[in-house]
Structure formats: structure tokens, C-alpha cells
């Protein structure tokens, strides 16, 4: 899930190739516990020693973005939808920056060179709230919301009742016909099991 100031690409590890996160509203780096397992080249360390993998960090881990060579500590975490978070920890130690997050681009300088890291439109996903209990978002494939784009009008939220017709459908009733009603007969077969109970006590 993307937010208004964060944008995804393609990068890696070594020979792996990863999706990264870039997201201005997170405060470190983060890196999921399927990367370092299927790399295994990095260190894990932990507060009390012990292998606590939701605790631990991956320090000075490389990473390839676009040509540019990111070495970073990343903390373990169980993240879905990615492989690596950059969060503020990278981009405050990059200096001045400027990023345009409606065209997915952000601009830093590193070792006196400009680059421009360029996020893939398609890996954008749009929020739709599902109501009632539960509530969570789903997310919606560029294609398709091109397609609600297209035709908006036709998925357009119905206003007021619909249309009226040049011809209604109804069941009419054959006139004279009485409504059957089943309260009747549960109150006469009632009555008639009550006396047939009277009966039975008097003979005993």
C-alpha cells in the first residue's frame, strides 16, 4: 500500500532483484525476513544477543537503486507487499532533496553526481474502503481503474429511485379472493387438541 508521499521500484540485492518502498513516513529503514533468509549474508543482531528476528538488525546491507549504491542499516520486520522500506534514516542522511511525488521521481545527490530515482506507475495501487465490520482496503490494478475511469458514469453511485417503465409487473389477485391466513387454523386446531385433552382427563 502506497501513500501520497511514498512511491515503489525495482532494485537489489547482489543478484536479487527487490521491491523498494521509498516512504517519507517512515522513521527507519526496514528490510523483510524472507530477503535476509534467501540472502543470508548479513548479520542479525539483537538487543540481548539471542535470535529474536522481530528485534533484530541487518547493518550495512548494499543496496542497487537505479545506479545509485545504497548502504544502509535496516531493521527486520515481517513486511508484506515489499522487500525494503528507505524511510527518513536514508533520506535525511542524503542533504537537500527534491522529490515529485505525483511523477514518482526523486532527485538526491551523492558524491557530488545528481540522481533521479524514477518509482514504476504500476506498482501504484489505489485505497478502496470495504464497509462494515472488518473494514480493509483493497488494493485496485492500474487497469481496472483506468476502466472505472472510462466509464464512470456507468459505475456512478445510483441517486434517487430508478427509472420508471412502460409497463409495471405485478401479481394480481383473482377478485373476490380472500388473503389465506394461517393464524385461523393454528387457533381451531388448538381448540381442537385442548378438547380433546378435557376429555381424556374427565375419563380418567
Known amino acids: 500500500m502506497t501513500s501520497k508521499h511514498s512511491f515503489k521500484f525495482w532494485g537489489k ?3 536479487n532483484s527487490i521491491l523498494i518502498l521509498i516512504d517519507c513516513g517512515a522513521s527507519h529503514n526496514f528490510i523483510a ?3 535476509v533468509k534467501k540472502t543470508e549474508q548479513y548479520w542479525v543482531k539483537v538487543r540481548d544477543g539471542h535470535s529474536v528476528r522481530a528485534q533484530g538488525m541487518c547493518a550495512g546491507v548494499e543496496l542497487e537503486v537505479q545506479g545509485v549504491s545504497v548502504r544502509q542499516n535496516f531493521y527486520l520486520f515481517a513486511l508484506e507487499g515489499v522487500d525494503v522500506i528507505l524511510g527518513m534514516e536514508w533520506l535525511r542522511g542524503l ?3 527534491k522529490a515529485n511525488f505525483d511523477k514518482l521521481t ?3 545527490r551523492v558524491g557530488g553526481e545528481v540522481y533521479q530515482i524514477k518509482g514504476d506507475s504500476s506498482l501504484s495501487i489505489a485505497k478502496v474502503p470495504l464497509k462494515g465490520p472488518g473494514e480493509k482496503m483493497r488494493a485496485v490494478p492500474e487497469s481496472i481503474k483506468q476502466i472505472l475511469e472510462e466509464f464512470k458514469e456507468v459505475f456512478r453511485e ?3 429511485l430508478p427509472p420508471s417503465r412502460g409497463q409495471d409487473h405485478a401479481i394480481n389477485l383473482k377478485e373476490g379472493a380472500e388473503i ?7 387457533s381451531i386446531t388448538g381448540i381442537g387438541n385442548l378438547s380433546g385433552m378435557v376429555t381424556l382427563f374427565n375419563a380418567l
Open 13 to 15: 540485492i547482489g543478484d
Open 33 to 35: 525476513e524472507s530477503v
Open 95 to 97: 542533504g537537500e532533496i
Open 106 to 108: 526523486l532527485k538526491i
Open 158 to 160: 445510483p441517486q434517487g
Open 180 to 186: 389465506y391466513s394461517s393464524s385461523n387454523s393454528s
